[in-house]
Every structure is written in C-alpha cells, then in structure tokens.
C-alpha cells in the first residue's frame, strides 16, 4: 500500500502532458515579457515570440525551437551590441521594448498543406554513408514533416507541439508555422521610373 502512495505522490509531480498545451498559436501571439526568462529546456510560449521577433529583426537565434537555448543568448547579445543596449545574454525589458516594432504581425499563423506538401519527392530512409548518397537523384527530405520543418525554420518537436492532431499526410489540412518576416518589395517612387 505504501508503495502505491508513493508511485501516486511522484505521478502528481511529474510535468503533465497538459502544460506543454499552454503552448499554442493563441498563446504565443499573446506572449508577453513579464521580467522571468522561462528555463533553457522547457518549451515556452515566450521563447517561440523571441525567437521570431529575433529573426524578424535579422539576428537569427537559429532554428525556432521555443526554448532559450545558446543560439538565442547569443541573438540576444548581438541584438544589444547593435543596438546600444545594456550588453546581457538574458531578455530584459529594454531589450523587449526595442523588439516589439518586429512585431506587427502575427507570430503563429496558418498554413494549408498542399499535395506537393504531401508527395515530396521524400526519401523513405536517409543513407548514412556519403558513398550509399551517391545513387540518389536528389538529397530529399523523409517526409513533409521534416519539409515543413526546413521550411518555415522550426524544430519538428515545436511542428509537432502546435499541431498535435496533424499527422501532415493530408493536403487541405491547416497547420500552425512559425510567421517569419517576409522581404517587402521596395515601392518605387515615379520619380525614378523612367519612360
């Protein structure tokens, strides 16, 4: 009996699958710096939002895993250093000010997936070996999860995390990514469009 109160009582301990839901697309977009950096290895909300503004303002902390890992330390700090600001690996609240203009859109938005989403080309198991490489027409990816990943420049864990229903095997189903900024077209003034 008391083995079975103490198997209960580290159950209760135990991180829940549920606190991983508090990660979603609504969340993430509402994220907001309240003065606590959340933990290195635990997926936060607030670490998918500093990643992309990061990206958005061209300092890449790397792929958008949601964790506040080495690469966004040092994102951060070259962040600061370029714009004169108290020098930190860790977020502050200048630091967060100074982001937020890389902010206007969302940070998680829609995707649909396509049929070439779907079909790939994909290959069934990446060889290891350099020399097994050298018959395969292309160096594709294993499937569109992967694909996905690549594209949008998130982990497939954060993939996965925002979509837990998807299986990504189905074109017209619509998935959470990561909204990285995208280069606007400079508009031309008529004054330098020549007849």
């Known amino acids: 009996m008391t ?15 549920a606190l991983a839901a508090e990660v979603n697309a609504d969340s993430i977009n509402a994220a ?14 607030l670490a998918v939002k500093v990643q992309v503004l990061l990206d958005r303002a061209r300092f890449s902390p790397g792929e958008i895993d949601g964790k506040f890992g080495e690469n966004v330390e040092k994102a951060l700090l070259a962040f600061t250093e370029t714009n004169h600001l108290t020098p930190g ?4 609240p200048e630091i967060w000010a100074k982001l937020q203009p890389a902010g206007g859109d969302p940070v998680i938005t829609d995707y649909v997936l396509t ?26 990816y294993t499937g569109p999860k992967e ?14 995390d925002l979509n837990p229903n998807s299986k990504f095997d189905h074109a ?5 990514v990561v909204n990285l900024a995208q280069d606007k077209p400079k508009e031309t003034s008529k004054e330098s469009v020549k007849d």
């Open 3 to 17: 083995k079975w109160i103490v198997v209960l009582g580290l159950m209760a301990c135990a991180p829940l699958p």
């Open 32 to 45: 907001n710096f309240t003065g606590k950096v959340p933990s290195e290895d635990r997926l936060s909300a």
């Open 89 to 92: 690996k860790i977020l502050t």
């Open 115 to 140: 049929d070439q989403d779907i079909k790939g080309p994909y290959l069934e198991k990446l060889p290891l070996k350099m020399e097994e490489m050298r018959p395969l027409k292309a160096l594709s």
């Open 147 to 160: 694909a996905l990943s690549e594209r949008f420049h998130m982990g497939q864990d954060l993939l996965a």
């Open 172 to 176: 017209g189903d619509k998935i959470h």
